[in-house]
């Protein structure tokens, strides 16, 4: 009865959510909504969609779809070539993947101002860029047995992606462009911690598929992170528990009305922004964020995740450890044969150069768990810095790109 009661009332508070936003002014008359944004850059950028951000500034854009080895379609998009560039599709490229964080997608990574955008620089220095969508964001709601609208659909986290849906778009890749037998592989945030798993699981597939990993914002172990809802809120709620028992299996889906009002109201208020980025993420961001495109990425970034992949994080952030994901004594028995989660064993990678990029205002990704992940990581690290005026989300829509000649250097060097 309580349960029910709670499914009830959570469900009932989400549709009141949904009422108000539909009686907001901004949506009842779609034009007065369009006379806001006449000559206005930043809010017409963030109506469109993927594709338009990428098509209106002239790149070329192809949209590819694969399928992991456990059912789930993944879009893939690919923009392989620069700006205006003639004749690409004869010249011999490197193929360089990118893959988001958290609650993301390949739209994260095109915001920012297009002489400050990653896709864009890399495409332009004539690198073949493609931008994965991990399982169950936005783009990739799609399986072969399971839809949204079940539990099983759900039933992933950082370690599913990293098992399933790196392989799966690193084959295409290398089956679309032949000449580049390996991929840089770019992760931001999760898109590091699921890398890093799948090493940990499959190291001998990767070394054939993989050149160099470039981790931004890198995550293994986050016990130390001073982010206040990792540290405290999330501890005392107990959200393993009531998520359960509410039947909660998705987190903060792509919903476009209310990613529109976020971004209004931080083009109106970008004092918002700057606290918001404070607490999750970003200390003292306001000088080195861009937030004159913060309403465009307001717009785009909120895509969906399961809850599982959020409380893996969770419990990395109780657990002090890089563990799989924790059952409880009884499934762990089962699955790992002992009561408590397996560890990662990071120390057991090798032959994977990889480049450490960290913000020291990171309240996600600090230098001292980084510091760890060295260690770990040994002689396969070939490069770390920890940038002074630097966040989490510095990385994506940041003021200062000279960070990125680092990265330019590095992968000049591989290719």
């Given at each position: 009865?309580?349960?029910?009661?709670?499914?009830?009332?959570?469900?009932?508070?989400?549709?009141?959510?949904d009422k108000v936003i539909d009686s907001f002014p901004l949506y009842q008359k779609k034009e007065k909504y369009n006379d806001l944004?006449?000559?206005?850059?930043?809010?017409?950028?963030?109506?469109?969609?993927?594709?338009?951000?990428?098509?209106?500034?002239?790149?070329?854009?192809?949209?590819?779809?694969?399928?992991?080895?456990?059912?789930?379609?993944?879009?893939?998009?690919?923009?392989?070539?620069?700006?205006?560039?003639?004749?690409?599709?004869?010249?011999?490229?490197?193929?360089i993947l990118l893959m988001h964080g958290i609650f993301d997608s390949s739209n994260g990574w095109v915001c920012n101002s297009e002489?400050?955008?990653?896709?864009?620089?890399?495409?332009?220095?004539?690198?073949?860029?493609?931008?994965?969508?991990?399982?169950?964001?936005?783009?990739?709601?799609?399986?072969?047995?399971?839809?949204?609208?079940?539990?099983?659909?759900?039933?992933?986290?950082?370690?599913?992606?990293?098992?399933?849906?790196?392989?799966?778009?690193?084959?295409?890749?290398?089956?679309?462009?032949?000449?580049?037998?390996?991929?840089?592989?770019?992760?931001?945030?999760?898109?590091?911690?699921?890398?890093?798993?799948?090493?940990?699981?499959?190291?001998?597939?990767?070394?054939?598929?993989?050149?160099?990993?470039?981790?931004?914002?890198?995550?293994?172990?986050?016990?130390?992170?001073?982010?206040?809802?990792?540290?405290?809120?999330?501890?005392?709620?107990?959200?393993?528990?009531?998520?359960?028992?509410?039947?909660?299996?998705?987190?903060?889906?792509?919903?476009?009305?209310?990613?529109?009002?976020?971004?209004?109201?931080?083009?109106?208020?970008?004092?918002?922004?700057?606290?918001?980025?404070?607490?999750?993420?970003?200390?003292?961001?306001?000088?080195?964020?861009?937030?004159?495109?913060?309403?465009?990425?307001?717009?785009?970034?909120?895509?969906?995740?399961?809850?599982?992949?959020?409380?893996?994080?969770?419990?990395?952030?109780?657990?002090?450890?890089?563990?799989?994901?924790?059952?409880?004594?009884?499934?762990?028995?089962?699955?790992?044969?002992?009561?408590?989660?397996?560890?990662?064993?990071?120390?057991?990678?090798?032959?994977?150069?990889?480049?450490?990029?960290?913000?020291?205002?990171?309240?996600?990704?600090?230098?001292?768990?980084?510091?760890?992940?060295?260690?770990?990581?040994?002689?396969?690290?070939?490069?770390?810095?920890?940038?002074?005026?630097?966040?989490?989300?510095?990385?994506?829509?940041?003021?200062?790109?000279?960070?990125?000649?680092?990265?330019?250097?590095?992968?000049?060097?591989?290719?």
């Amino acid at each position: 009865m309580i349960k029910s009661i709670l499914t009830y009332s959570y469900n009932y508070t989400l549709h009141c959510i949904d009422k108000v936003i539909d009686s907001f002014p901004l949506y009842q008359k779609k034009e007065k909504y369009n006379d806001l944004i006449i000559n206005d850059e930043h809010k017409e950028e963030s109506t469109m969609s993927f594709e338009e951000l990428i098509i209106n500034k002239n790149y070329p854009l192809e949209i590819h779809y694969v399928e992991t080895v456990d059912g789930y379609i993944l879009k893939l998009y690919r923009i392989p070539a620069g700006k205006e560039e003639e004749n690409y599709k004869t010249k011999q490229k490197q193929s360089i993947l990118l893959m988001h964080g958290i609650f993301d997608s390949s739209n994260g990574w095109v915001c920012n101002s297009e002489d400050k955008c990653i896709p864009f620089i890399l495409a332009n220095l004539g690198y073949d860029v493609w931008l994965g969508n991990n399982r169950g964001n936005k783009h990739s709601r799609n399986h072969i047995k399971h839809n949204p609208d079940n539990s099983e659909f759900w039933n992933f986290s950082f370690h599913e992606m990293g098992l399933y849906d790196i392989p799966a778009f690193l084959d295409h890749i290398t089956k679309i462009n032949t000449f580049s037998e390996k991929v840089i592989y770019i992760g931001h945030s999760q898109g590091t911690a699921m890398l890093f798993a799948g090493l940990t699981q499959k190291l001998e597939y990767f070394k054939t598929k993989i050149k160099l990993f470039l981790a931004f914002g890198p995550i293994a172990r986050v016990s130390s992170a001073t982010n206040p809802i990792l540290r405290n809120f999330l501890g005392f709620l107990k959200p393993d528990q009531w998520f359960e028992k509410l039947n909660i299996w998705e987190l903060l889906p792509h919903n476009e009305k209310r990613n529109k009002i976020n971004s209004l109201i931080i083009k109106k208020m970008p004092i918002i922004g700057q606290i918001m980025f404070n607490i999750i993420s970003d200390s003292n961001n306001s000088s080195y964020i861009n937030y004159e495109r913060m309403p465009i990425y307001a717009s785009q970034c909120l895509s969906g995740t399961s809850t599982k992949a959020c409380l893996h994080f969770h419990q990395l952030g109780l657990s002090n450890k890089y563990n799989m994901y924790d059952y409880g004594k009884q499934q762990n028995k089962e699955k790992y044969g002992s009561e408590e989660p397996k560890e990662y064993d990071l120390s057991s990678i090798n032959d994977i150069p990889i480049g450490l990029f960290v913000g020291k205002q990171d309240k996600l990704t600090q230098p001292i768990n980084v510091d760890w992940l060295r260690e770990q990581l040994g002689d396969n690290v070939i490069f770390y810095n920890a940038y002074d005026n630097m966040g989490h989300t510095t990385f994506l829509i940041g003021n200062d790109i000279k960070w990125f000649d680092d990265v330019i250097e590095i992968i000049n060097s591989y290719s």
